[in-house]
């Protein structure tokens, strides 16, 4: 029996997935649990593995495509089964619903497809908007039924390829029943004319999308009889299909440059990759770019003065969380300067007793903030909409600033934790989430935050809360400077923090006193050990 291979929610937050890396090829034997590809997630690249065994027929996303969680990627089936059933509907639209979430609106099924795709009987025309008449223009409601449901029911190689679309028009035309020669040449003549009333009807629609000049193609004079003669065979406009049209108008292409592989030579959305990829890239991505400065002028814009760099999964996930949060949570902020001198010295006595006593400034913070949070359970807390949680586990979140975004690895217990155990968990975290190599359980289930921006030199910041957290501590830069410290002026290490807070949650008084118990910890770390 075919098992679909899905593309599966590999992390808990995960709404799409991009394949980074196919590890198995079609025609493979596949065992139960073998791994099929890698996977980016919004945290980090995973592995997606069988779900059933057999033969890999089919691979249904390319290398660097996205798709939506319990899209259907590929099919595992036996070697000599017949899987027309479970790849016969992917064409232009599922490839466009994959990469950008759009698709031709309306994709027919096989059996729509098959219910549409016949000849029209007596009256369809009339419904459907009738066959324009000479000069006339399609009215609006034609134009906004050609673009929703009949747009892609009556352009079947908007959604599959060709080799679908004559199997779908046989087999509507075998449940046709028979017609006079008279009565089928009608059909046949309302069936060219509905079909040309929605094309038309849908085509200023399609292309009320393009905002970039059209750029004429390399190739352009390689195909451009062959392309002329048979836009003369269609009425002087060139066949398209609708995902086709809206490619072509985003890279500012002109269609009648482009060869079409589809039926009676219809330009599908292969079509259009394939010439951007023959060499109209370049020339379509620098027309949007040349159009946003005058002419001539000092500002104009050149190739190469701009660089588009797609969001990541990651980068994705950010954006979405932090929008979340700076606008419903009203935070306050809570700044506060704390003494180091003790913890250098104490830092710098454990290491001396060797290496595996070694220890960062920041671990000694993380570890202060750990036993701080066990002693106010009110910020170590999340808000619920309905309820405010109060966690009696401390699990500390260290912001960890990779190529790709930011990931936030978690240290589980971190209260119950010796300093040399946080410190080498903090090591190992850190170098994991550089790679992309953490797995779903070591970046989720925190219940604070820590944000440190110190060694880039910055001296203090904002940070912003991860929902559903309520608070996160930003540390900045360890400085020396002048001091009052028992009468007399001294330079000593200082460090600034700034604890965001939100007011739904934590009070300003609750996130002071919070402050107050952290600093007790970190200018006498010797409480960190009792």
């Not at 259907?72 to 994959?98: F, K, W």
């Not at 739904?504 to 010797?526: C, K, S, W, Y």
Request: hydrophobic letters at 40%; charged letters at 25%.
């Amino acid at each position: 029996m075919a098992t679909k291979v899905h593309m599966e929610a590999l992390s808990p937050t995960m709404e799409e997935g991009r394949l980074v890396k196919w590890l198995k090829n079609e025609g493979d034997q596949i065992a139960n649990g073998d791994t099929l590809a890698e996977v980016e997630t919004d945290k980090a690249i995973m592995e997606l593995v069988a779900r059933g065994e057999g033969v890999l027929r089919k691979r249904m996303l390319a290398e660097g495509d996205a798709a939506p969680v319990g899209t259907v990627i590929a099919v595992i089936a036996a070697a000599d089964e017949n899987i027309d059933a479970l790849v016969g509907g992917r064409g232009d639209a599922g490839g466009a619903q994959v990469s950008g979430g759009a698709t031709d609106s309306g994709a027919a099924k096989d059996g729509d497809a098959a219910k549409d795709g016949g000849a029209p009987k007596d009256g369809d025309a009339a419904k459907d908007g009738g066959a324009p008449k000479d000069g006339d223009a399609a009215k609006d409601g034609d134009a906004a039924k050609a673009t929703g449901d009949g747009a892609a029911a009556t352009n079947p190689g908007a959604g599959s390829p060709p080799e679908q679309h004559d199997t779908v028009d046989s087999a509507a035309a075998q449940d046709q029943p028979p017609a006079t020669d008279a009565n089928s040449a009608q059909g046949a003549d309302r069936d060219a004319q509905n079909r040309q009333a929605v094309e038309n009807a849908a085509e200023p629609a399609d292309r009320g999308l393009a905002h970039a000049p059209r750029t004429p193609m390399p190739h352009a004079q390689e195909h451009g009889s062959e392309q002329h003669a048979h836009a003369q065979d269609t009425g002087g406009r060139q066949r398209s299909s609708p995902l086709a049209r809206r490619m072509a108008s985003e890279q500012g292409m002109e269609l009648d440059t482009i060869r079409g592989s589809g039926p009676g030579g219809r330009i599908v959305k292969r079509d259009v990759e394939a010439a951007l990829a023959g060499g109209g890239a370049a020339a379509s991505k620098a027309a949007p770019a040349a159009a946003a400065a005058p002419s001539g002028g000092a500002g104009a814009a050149r190739e190469g003065d701009v660089t588009d760099i797609p969001l990541t999964q990651m980068r994705k996930t950010i954006a979405r969380r932090l929008s979340e949060s700076i606008g419903p949570i009203p935070t306050f902020y809570l700044t506060a300067e704390f003494d180091l001198e003790r913890a250098a010295e104490m830092r710098q006595a454990m290491a001396g007793m060797g290496d595996q006593f070694k220890a960062s400034f920041n671990d000694i913070v993380l570890k202060a903030v750990a036993t701080a949070l066990s002693q106010h359970p009110e910020v170590n807390a999340h808000w619920l909409n309905d309820k405010i949680r109060q966690h009696h586990r401390v699990h500390v979140g260290m912001a960890v600033a990779t190529d790709d975004g930011l990931i936030v690895p978690v240290i589980f217990d971190a209260d119950r934790k010796r300093l040399s155990e946080i410190s080498r968990e903090a090591r190992e975290l850190a170098k994991l989430a550089r790679e992309r190599k953490l797995k779903p359980d070591q970046y989720t289930g925190s219940t604070f935050s820590v944000s440190n921006l110190g060694m880039f030199g910055i001296d203090e910041f904002t940070a912003i809360i991860n929902p559903p957290e309520s608070a996160i501590l930003a540390i900045g830069a360890i400085e020396e400077k002048p001091v009052v410290h028992e009468g007399e002026i001294q330079i000593r290490r200082r460090l600034r923090v700034t604890l965001s807070c939100d007011h739904r949650v934590i009070d300003g008084a609750v996130g002071a006193r919070f402050l107050q118990t952290l600093r007790r910890m970190i200018e006498n770390p010797l409480m960190l050990v009792f």
